[in-house]
């Protein structure tokens, strides 16, 4: 896609990732993604974020689009990880700019990956304004937001926030506004990104939503580094999204997450999911056979209720569930209630190890349900009324 100027002298360049699927080889990226970056050509030439490595003749590209055979002054780098900063030892080789401004923990990164020696670094903790011409860039730490380099670049002129990951979505598309997307899809993928990147960071995140708010910051346009652009309205929109992602609280909804032998397991888990829908909850019933861990805990992240199904595999569980255990441990949802249920040949650990994954993500757990061998419609009875139990548990909840 070529340049875009999203207000008169500023400019949208990144790249779109059409083809993009692993996004950092944890999480599904069903739509592609893209890598935004920014140019603002002032007084002195301002670049905000490079792209990925594979997309540097794109950025080059882009940047003689623009500038034609003008220099790039400053460099500002909210954030390190490869996906922002792939282009910035080229960028700094070929364009040689004046000065590269980042956050204090930025400049440590940025040493410990790049290894320079000579290049212009000026770190700009939050507070720090700097002039470029006839604006001015202020920078906002937004520490593990969602690395402990991550900066947010606000341009009081424009009232443009670069905000970098925050508020992004995986999304490659031809459009470069929130506004000219389908608003369905761009909430799911928006609350996708922050469950499987954003949410252990929820705490940052309503911390930086307040001090915008004491600062009393004018934003009318929102940049992210991955996705569409907000203006106008959109803005609050985004942000109030971002409000309640970041407090957890949890929706009239359960996920039944499971992995299976010889189907006992699934069973069970099904006649979980007919109590849970006969008291108004809604379900996801989702096996890791044919799910990725990304798309389930984009389920999880809003859900007031957590069911994780596995039979006994060798005094334990079957792998698939535990991975799906670590990354959802890792991503620290809040405000869960949790319960098993499984099958079992002989020892018949299963229960027992899904029910401390779930008191170790602190969640209020409704006792388990075990099994030996094939399910009966007794034991199915005994899961149906479980799924009853938890529905009554998170109506309490709601
Ligand atoms: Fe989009 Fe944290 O990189």
Not at 20 to 48: C, M, P, Q, W
Not at 270 to 281: H, I, P, S, T
Not at 348 to 355: F, M, N, R, S
Request: hydrophobic letters at 40%; aromatic letters at 10%.
């Amino acid at each position: 896609m070529r340049p875009v100027e999203i207000k008169e002298g500023v400019f949208w360049l990144g790249a779109v990732d059409w083809n993009r699927r692993d996004f950092h080889g944890y999480s599904k990226a069903h739509k592609g993604t893209t890598y935004n970056n920014f140019l603002i050509v002032d007084e002195k030439v301002t670049l905000i974020d490079t792209v990925a490595e594979e997309f540097w003749g794109t950025l080059q590209c882009n940047l003689a689009q623009v500038l034609g055979d003008r220099k790039i002054d400053y460099v500002v780098a909210n954030h390190l990880e490869p996906d922002h900063s792939g282009c910035l030892a080229k960028v700094v080789e070929k364009y040689q700019p004046e000065k590269i401004f980042t956050s204090p923990m930025g400049q440590k990164a940025m040493k410990a990956h790049f290894k320079y020696t000579d290049w212009p670094v000026e770190v700009v903790p939050t507070g720090t304004e700097i002039n470029i011409g006839k604006r001015t860039l202020s920078f906002l730490e937004t520490r593990m937001l969602h690395w402990p380099d991550s900066m947010l670049t606000y341009c009081p002129e424009e009232k443009i926030a670069f905000t970098n990951d925050a508020f992004g979505q995986n999304w490659a598309t031809s459009e470069r506004w929130a506004d000219q997307v389908d608003r369905y899809r761009l909430q799911e993928l928006m609350a996708n990104y922050y469950a499987n990147i954003v949410l252990p960071y929820s705490p940052v995140v309503l911390k930086t939503l307040a001090t915008i708010k004491e600062m009393g910051l004018e934003i009318e346009t929102i940049c992210p580094d991955h996705g569409l652009l907000f203006r106008g309205e959109d803005c609050a929109w985004a942000m109030e999204q971002y409000q309640a992602y970041a407090e957890q609280k949890p929706k009239n909804k359960a996920v039944i997450v499971y992995d299976t032998m010889w189907h006992s397991t699934e069973k069970m888990a099904e006649a979980v999911a007919c109590g849970l829908a006969d008291e108004g909850v809604s379900v996801r019933l989702m096996c890791m056979k044919n799910n990725h861990h990304s798309d389930v805990m984009a389920e999880v992240f809003d859900a007031a209720a957590v069911i994780v199904g596995s039979p006994t595999h060798n005094n334990g569980i079957l792998p698939l569930m535990a991975d799906m255990l670590t990354y959802m441990k890792g991503l620290r949802p809040q405000n869960k209630i949790g319960s098993a249920v499984g099958s079992f040949g002989w020892s018949g650990e299963c229960v027992k190890a899904l029910t401390q994954w779930l008191e170790d993500m602190n969640m209020e757990v409704v006792e388990g349900i075990k099994n030996q061998y094939v399910p009966d419609h007794e034991v199915f009875n005994k899961c149906y009324e479980q799924g009853k139990a938890i529905a009554a548990a998170i109506k309490a909840k709601l």
